[in-house]
T-cell receptor
């Protein structure tokens, strides 16, 4: 099946610094990727939709200037947490959407990365 | 707007017993429904999905789920639990239109399997 990787798998940073998380689709091209965050013992919450070659679409309540998303190629999207604070500590998960052609129709599947654990001290 | 409700944040079963994880959804258009499993500190793995057609869907690891439109439900079952099934399970719904591709997740259900 399709594989999505994330790097790093965990990161610790100091308050006020920025940290970049990479999401890569390894064996397919993804024009669309999604970024989620998951707080302990909670569900995944969609932060933004990342589209290759265009600006990301952010969900309501997500600060676009704090969570910078860049989708510069069909296999790579990055999430940069700027001026990180302890409340940004969370598990960040990306997913990449693959299109599958079955005869004349297309369907879409999302494949999830393994997640990145961010701890801000 | 779409939403998902998973009844029971924790479910505990004995090894070999039936597993039943409940999921109800709300959607104004025909939904696509998914069940994912998450092991600690890992991403999500797709167990099964319903798009169209047969309402009883079989997935990996012996799991299956039945789409019941009249009950707006998509409960996950497995006849006989294994210790390796212990994990957190998420039900999700996806609709088309302007939110095409966006998944809305339920709160998750932690499954514990006792020897």
């Amino acid at each position: 099946g399709a594989v999505v990787s994330q790097h790093p798998s965990w990161v610790i940073c100091k308050s006020g610094t920025s940290v970049k998380i990479e999401c890569r689709s390894l064996d397919f091209q993804a024009t669309t990727m999604f970024w989620y965050r998951q707080f302990p013992k909670q569900s995944l919450m969609l932060m933004a939709t990342s589209n290759e070659g265009s600006k990301a679409t952010y969900e309501q309540g997500v600060e676009k200037d704090k969570f910078l998303i860049n989708h510069a190629s069909l296999t790579l999207s990055t999430l940069t947490v700027t001026s990180a604070h302890p409340e940004d500590s969370s598990f960040y998960i990306c997913s990449a959407r693959d299109s599958i052609r079955t005869g004349p129709t297309f369907s879409y599947e999302q494949y999830f990365g393994p997640g990145t654990r961010l701890t801000v001290t | 707007a779409q939403s998902v409700t998973q009844l029971g944040s924790h479910v505990s079963v004995s090894e070999g017993a039936l597993v039943l994880l409940r999921c109800n959804y709300s959607s104004s258009v025909p939904p696509y429904l998914f069940w994912y499993v998450q092991y600690p500190n890992q991403g999500l793995q797709l167990l099964l999905k319903y798009t169209t057609g047969a309402t009883l869907v079989k997935g990996i690891n012996g799991f299956e789920a039945e789409f019941k439109k009249s009950e707006t439900s998509f409960h996950l079952t497995k006849p006989s639990a294994h210790m390796s099934d212990a994990a957190e399970y998420f039900c999700a719904v996806r609709t088309g239109g302007t939110s095409y591709g966006k998944l809305t997740f339920g709160q998750g259900t932690i499954l514990t399997v006792h020897p």
